[in-house]
Structure formats: structure tokens, C-alpha cells
Antibody, heavy 122, light 107 residues
Framework: EVQLLESGGGLVQPGGSLRLSCAAS????????MSWVRQAPGKGLEWVSA????????YYADSVKGRFTISRDNSKNTLYLQMNSLRAEDTAVYYC???????????????WGQGTTVTVSS | DIQMTQSPSSVSASVGDRVTITCRAS??????LAWYQQKPGKAPKLLIY???SLQSGVPSRFSGSGSGTDFTLTISSLQPEDFATYYC?????????FGPGTKVDIK
């Protein structure tokens, strides 16, 4: 069964750091680009970051650029999101998602984890 | 960035009703559009990709259409399990952007 399982969320003070993990199973992890998407309480979906299958290419939303770092360890089938300089507006449920791509194009996100909650508050 | 809008923001409907949700992109995105369903407390689920292609395992009462800037998601006969929030997402260019969502609730 294809599965993604996030961990690492919690309560952190403004300016603090947190590292999220996403453990993948049931598919060839290294063959797929991956993303992080977040959802603030009562709000819609916001794409945060993406990384290619090899890890050689990374992409960020302007709202997190310079503060968040996406990475992956294909030997451990695990995706990461290092979050620094956290702000109250980063409070959200963070989902990891597998990108649904052909050899040339990506169409959306076809597998999602259950989400992990990050709360930034003093 | 490409901005996505959806209408209506919410719709009240009954089981068996036909429901149509519209999504509009701020610039042309060809057919690079996906639709997701999200139930409270759950992760989004991919329903439609490439504007009109049904994701594996998704019931055929869901269909998508459109290209360029205007798209629709149609539920032909609403079922109890379809009450949820629906989001469109453009996959034409980075950053991928989502619409604000359309909540389908019980009339």
C-alpha cells in the first residue's frame, strides 16, 4: 500500500525551529518528486515547497523562501522540511504529498500523508 | 504567480442533485488543472487531473472539463459521501496554486 506518514510537528515559540519528516512506503521513493503543502486553521491549501526525485532541484513559496529547507534521503525513503525563524503565520497542518508526474510534466499530487500540526506561539 | 478563483464559495445541495463548481485561472494554463476533495480533518484526495482525467478509483459521477482559464467540476448525482470541500489547483507553472475552495454541504 502506498503510504506517507508525517511526524515532527509540535508547539514552538516564534523565531524557533522545527524539522518535519515524511516516511514513504509502497512505491519507489527516489523516482518521484515530493511536496509539502500546508493548511492554516480554517483556511485553504497553500503549497510550501517541492523537491525532485534526485533531490537536485528544490522549489519554495515566497512566504517561506530563506527560512525553510526541503531535503530528502532516498536511502531512508524519507522527506524532510527544516523550518527556521518560525512565525505565527506558519501555524498550520503540514502535509507531504507525492507528485503525480509523467516523464515531462506534473499533473498534481496523488498521494498525501495524514498531516502533522505545527503551532507557533509564545 | 497564477491566481485561482472558485465559485461558488459554498453550495447547499441534496442527495441526487447535480452540482457544478467553477474554477478560473488568472492566465491561461492549458489543461494543467487538478481537482481535490477534502473532508474535515482529512488530507485532500486527488479526483481529477489534466482538467478532465479521472484519477484511478474515483467514481464516474465526478467529471471535469475546461481549458485555458475556465474549468468546471461536476458531480452528476451527489452522494452522502460527497459532502466536502473541493479545491482546484493549477499545475502549469511554479508555484502551484490552489483555489480558495468550495464547500458542498447538505441542504
Amino acid at each position: 500500500e502506498v503510504q506517507l506518514l508525517e511526524s515532527g510537528g509540535g508547539l514552538v515559540q516564534p523565531g524557533g525551529s522545527l524539522r518535519l519528516s515524511c516516511a514513504a512506503s509502497g512505491f519507489t521513493f527516489s523516482s518521484y518528486a515530493m511536496s509539502w503543502v500546508r493548511q492554516a486553521p480554517g483556511k485553504g491549501l497553500e503549497w510550501v515547497s517541492a523537491i525532485s526525485g534526485s533531490g537536485g532541484s528544490t522549489y519554495y513559496a515566497d512566504s517561506v523562501k530563506g527560512r525553510f529547507t526541503i531535503s530528502r534521503d532516498n536511502s531512508k525513503n524519507t522527506l524532510y522540511l527544516q523550518m527556521n525563524s518560525l512565525r505565527a503565520e506558519d501555524t498550520a497542518v503540514y502535509y507531504c504529498a507525492k507528485l503525480y508526474c509523467s516523464s515531462t510534466s506534473c499533473y498534481g499530487m496523488d498521494v498525501w500523508g495524514q498531516g502533522t500540526t505545527v503551532t507557533v506561539s509564545s | 504567480d497564477i491566481q485561482m478563483t472558485q465559485s461558488p464559495s459554498s453550495v447547499s445541495a441534496s442527495v441526487g442533485d447535480r452540482v457544478t463548481i467553477t474554477c478560473r485561472a488568472s492566465q491561461g494554463i492549458s489543461s494543467w488543472l487538478a481537482w481535490y476533495q477534502q473532508k474535515p480533518g482529512k488530507a485532500p484526495k486527488l479526483l481529477i487531473y489534466a482538467a478532465s482525467s479521472l484519477q484511478s478509483g474515483v467514481p464516474s459521477r465526478f467529471s471535469g472539463s475546461g481549458s485555458g482559464t475556465d474549468f468546471t467540476l461536476t458531480i452528476s448525482s451527489l452522494q452522502p459521501e460527497d459532502f466536502a470541500t473541493y479545491y482546484c489547483q493549477q499545475a502549469n507553472s511554479f508555484p502551484p496554486t490552489f483555489g480558495p475552495g468550495t464547500k458542498v454541504d447538505i441542504k
